[in-house]
């Protein structure tokens, strides 16, 4: 990535100096220079290693607290993919050998971090200092500890996306709009936003049961009892050809007679073929 050299003359800090800096407080200034600097094409590993900037995870959560700086952002990343296309480059620099490709624990933990929050993988593999979906994968296969983070974080992602019917829920902001007539001005209801609205829930919570069936699919349950709630029992009557009630040692005797005059009839049968 192209860097402003400038810029960055005299100001990077050292590993030590960027471990005992404390936290950094959101501000529009800084916001600014971060998208300034991005739209230019610094990387936010470069930006963090300036003395006055936040480090690249609290430009992170910057964005997922401050929706305008995250909207700012993604004109910036935009505006660097755009002018480094219009810069003519050798084919080897165009490869994706530029990217991450060794593993490492730092970028694992940012990754399942914005997993958690109900990102999108395809969305976090676009930023460029994350690596490739095809890296991610090779992780998860070669690192353990990374998958069970990963299918931990992809968990917590659907709290969030049920989190998130709620709100959608909630919000009747687009329910009415007004629709203003040569006369009048009147409230009219708006289907549209509505079904929308029931999509982006119906969607959300078909991803919630196929995810964790366990805690968000529908059940159902069956119970069979007894007398009043009891345990279920059974009991094995019979009568005999005057009406009378047969001991249980007469059943077994006249079950055992049936049972010796089907298998002489299954006999015969056989014998018949």
């Not at 590993?15 to 916001?31: E, Y």
């Not at 279920?232 to 001991?247: I, N, P, R, W, Y």
């Amino acid at each position: 990535m192209p860097m402003i050299e400038v810029e960055m003359q005299g100001r990077e800090m050292s590993n030590k100096a960027r471990q005992k800096r404390g936290f950094i407080r959101f501000s529009k200034a800084k916001a600014r220079r971060i998208c300034d600097l991005v739209s230019k094409g610094t990387s936010l590993k470069a930006i963090a290693r300036l003395g006055s900037m936040p480090s690249v995870a609290s430009i992170y959560k910057w964005r997922k607290a401050h929706p305008d700086f995250d909207i700012a952002m993604k004109e910036a990343l935009a505006q660097s993919r755009t002018k480094s296309r219009c810069i003519s480059k050798p084919a080897s620099e165009h490869s994706p050998k530029g990217r991450i490709s060794d593993y490492s624990d730092s970028i694992a933990g940012a990754i399942c971090e914005r997993l958690s929050a109900a990102e999108s993988l395809r969305s976090i593999c676009e930023d460029e200092v994350m690596p490739t979906r095809k890296t991610v994968y090779s992780w998860l296969k070669t690192h353990p500890e990374f998958q069970l983070a990963y299918e931990t974080a992809r968990s917590f992602a659907v709290d969030s996306l049920v989190d998130e019917m709620l709100e959608i829920a909630d919000d009747a902001r687009n329910d009415w709009i007004e629709r203003i007539t040569r006369n009048e001005t009147t409230l009219a209801f708006n289907a549209e936003s509505v079904q929308r609205s029931r999509l982006r829930i119906q969607t959300r919570q078909w991803i919630a049961e196929k995810h964790c069936p366990s805690r968000y699919g529908q059940k159902i349950k069956s119970e069979v009892t007894g007398k009043d709630g009891g345990v279920l029992q059974a009991e094995v009557t019979g009568l005999d050809t005057h009406g009378e009630k047969m001991s249980e040692l007469e059943i077994a005797r006249r079950v055992a007679f049936l049972l010796q005059k089907g298998a002489q009839a299954h006999d015969w049968l056989s014998n018949q073929k």
